[in-house]
C-alpha cells in the first residue's frame, strides 16, 4: 500500500507538473501575442506622430518659403533699388506699391527699410505709414536676422573694377515662381504678441550690379504674422486638430508639439495639436484577432495537457499492469513465483517478531484430469481452486500459484490451530468438484505446513520445511495434510489428522 500511494503521488506531481508546463507555455504565448499587440500600438503612434510632425514642420518651411517670395517681389526690384537711392522711398511709392498688396494681398503687417545701423528710413504697420521710432519694437525682435542678411549680402559682393556683382543664383526666366536671390534671412517667432513670419533682405537690382557709391546695402524687414485663419486652414490640409502656437511651457497636456523658429528657450512659442492615434486604429483592428489566438492557443494548451495527462496516465496504467503481470499468474490472477518470493522475503524479514505459516500445496490427480479432458479443463480447474482457495485465506493470508498445481498460502497473524484448520478446509476445497462442460471434474488436495521462524528463518530452509511436510501427507494417503513438525514422529504413527 505504501508503495502504491507512493507510485500515485508521484503520478499526481507528474501530472502537476505537465499541466503547470503547459499552463507556462499558454501564458507565455498570450503574453506575446499582447507585448506584439502594444508594441504595434506603440509604433503606430511613434510613426503617426513623427509623421505628423514632418507635415508641421514641413508646412511652417513651406509658409515661410511663401513669405520670402512675396517680399522678394519688393526688395528684388529695380523700381524699389531705384527709390532708395537717396536713402528712403517717396510717399508715392509707399501709396502706390506698398500700402496696398503688401497689406492687403500679402497680410504683411510690417515694412520696415533701414540701413545695417538701424536707422528707419520708411515704416508702414498694416498698410499706414507710421514714425520711424515706432517701428523700433519690431525692428529689435528681428535685430539678429538684420545682421544675418547684412552679412549675406556682404559675402555676396564681388568687387569689379569699382563696381560690386552680386554672386547670387541667376534667376530663372521660365520659372513661374518669382525670382529670390538667396541673401535673405528669415524665421518664424513671436513679433508684438503674435506669431509671425520675418523676413530681411537687402534691397538689390535686377542686374546684380551694386555701384561704389552703393555698397552699404538697405535692408528691407518684413513681418507676415500668422492669423487663426492660416492656422485653421493649415490644420485642414494636415488634417488634424487643435492647431495653435502657445508657449511649450504652457501646451496642453497630451499634445504633439513642433518647434518653430530659432527659439529654444522653454517660454517660446511652438506648434501644438492634438495627435492622432493611428495605435487606437491597430488595436480595435488586431484585438479580435489577438483573442482569438490568445483562445486558441490556450485551448491548444489544454488538449496538450489533457493529451499528455491521459497518454501519462495510460503509461501509469500499463505500467502498472506490467508490473501486475510480472508478480501474478496469468491464468487464475494469484501472484506467481516472483511475486511469492517478495512476499515470503519481506515476510522472513519480519519472522523474529510476526511468526507466520507457510502453506505448500498441490492437487492430487490433476494429471489424471489434463490428459482425460484436455488443458482447458485443467485450467478451469486451476482457475476455480484458485478462487475457492483466496476466499478461504481471505484477509488472514496471500495465495500464490508456483507454477503447475502447485499452490501455497503465507497466513500472517495466524496461531498454529487457525492454521491448521484453515489448511484443513483447503483439502476440503480441492476436493470439491469442478462443474466443466456438463461434468463434474474432481481432483483431492495435499498440504504441508510450515512455521516461521520455527522451521526457518530463510526462504530455502522454510520452502524445504513444507515441501517435505507436503510429501509426507502424500505418502501417507493424499487429501491430508502434515505439518513439519510431524517429519520427527515415527513414520507408521499415524495420528489420525485427515481433511475429511
Request: proline fraction near 4%; charge should be negative.
Amino acid at each position: 500500500m505504501v508503495e502504491k500511494a507512493l507510485r500515485q503521488a508521484k503520478r499526481d506531481k507528474t501530472v502537476w507538473a505537465i499541466h503547470a508546463a503547459c499552463t507556462l507555455v499558454a501564458v507565455l504565448i498570450i503574453a506575446s501575442l499582447i507585448y506584439v499587440l502594444d508594441r504595434s500600438v506603440t509604433e503606430a503612434d511613434r510613426f503617426g506622430l513623427s509623421a505628423e510632425r514632418r507635415l508641421v514642420a514641413n508646412e511652417l518651411r513651406h509658409q515661410m518659403d511663401a513669405v520670402v517670395q512675396f517680399q522678394a517681389q519688393v526688395s528684388f526690384w529695380d523700381k524699389t533699388y531705384e527709390e532708395l537711392a537717396t536713402g528712403h522711398v517717396s510717399d508715392s511709392f509707399v501709396a502706390d506699391e506698398l500700402s496696398g498688396w503688401l497689406w492687403e494681398d500679402y497680410g504683411f503687417s510690417w515694412i520696415i527699410f533701414t540701413d545695417p545701423a538701424r536707422t528707419v528710413s520708411t515704416a508702414l504697420k498694416d498698410g499706414a505709414s507710421v514714425p520711424a521710432e515706432v517701428a523700433r519694437v519690431p525692428l529689435d525682435e528681428v535685430d539678429d536676422l538684420v545682421d544675418e542678411a547684412k552679412r549675406r549680402y556682404d559675402n555676396a559682393l564681388r568687387n569689379n573694377d569699382g563696381t560690386y556683382n552680386l554672386d547670387v543664383p541667376t534667376p530663372d526666366a521660365q520659372s513661374v515662381m518669382p525670382a529670390v536671390p538667396g541673401i535673405h534671412a528669415v524665421d518664424l517667432r513671436e513679433i508684438g504678441g503674435r506669431m509671425s513670419v520675418a523676413v530681411v533682405q537687402a534691397v538689390i537690382p535686377e542686374t546684380l550690379v551694386v555701384p561704389a557709391g552703393r555698397r552699404d546695402p538697405v535692408l528691407m524687414v518684413a513681418v507676415r504674422p500668422v492669423t487663426p485663419k492660416m492656422t485653421r486652414e493649415i490644420a485642414a490640409r494636415l488634417g488634424i486638430r487643435g492647431l495653435a502656437f502657445v508657449p511649450l511651457n504652457e501646451r496642453p497636456a497630451g499634445s504633439a508639439y513642433a518647434s518653430v523658429g530659432r527659439c529654444s528657450d522653454s517660454s517660446c512659442l511652438v506648434a501644438a495639436w492634438v495627435p492622432k492615434s493611428p495605435g487606437g486604429f491597430v488595436r480595435a483592428e488586431l484585438l479580435p484577432s489577438v483573442i482569438i489566438m490568445a483562445i486558441v492557443a490556450a485551448l491548444l494548451m489544454a488538449f496538450v495537457a489533457l493529451r499528455f495527462s491521459t497518454l501519462f496516465a495510460a503509461l501509469q496504467q500499463s505500467e502498472a499492469l506490467n508490473r501486475h503481470l510480472a508478480k501474478h499468474d496469468r491464468l487464475t490472477g494469484l501472484m506467481n513465483r516472483s511475486g511469492f518470493d517478495d512476499m515470503l522475503a519481506a515476510a522472513l524479514l519480519r519472522a523474529s517478531t510476526h511468526p507466520f505459516t507457510l502453506v505448500y500445496a498441490d492437487l492430487d490427480e490433476f494429471k489424471e484430469v489434463n490428459d482425460r479432458h484436455g488443458h482447458a479443463a485443467g485450467d478451469a480447474v486451476l482457475v476455480a481452486m484458485a478462487e475457492r482457495f483466496r476466499n478461504r485465506a481471505g484477509p488472514k493470508g496471500t495465495v500464490a500459484r508456483l507454477g503447475g498445481d502447485e499452490f501455497a498460502v503465507i497466513l500472517g497473524d495466524c496461531s498454529e490451530a487457525d492454521a491448521r484448520s484453515l489448511t484443513a478446509g483447503l483439502i476440503a476445497d480441492a476436493q470439491t468438484p469442478v462443474a466443466f462442460d456438463g461434468q463434474m471434474l474432481v481432483v483431492g488436495g495435499s498440504a504441508g505446513i510450515a512455521f516461521a521462524p520455527r522451521h526457518g528463518l530463510t526462504a530455502r530452509q522454510l520452502l524445504l520445511a513444507a515441501d517435505e511436510a507436503l510429501y509426507l501427507a502424500k505418502r501417507r494417503g493424499r487429501n491430508r495434510f502434515e505439518t513439519a513438525d510431524d517429519m520427527v514422529l515415527p513414520a507408521e504413527k499415524n495420528d489420525g489428522q485427515s481433511a475429511a
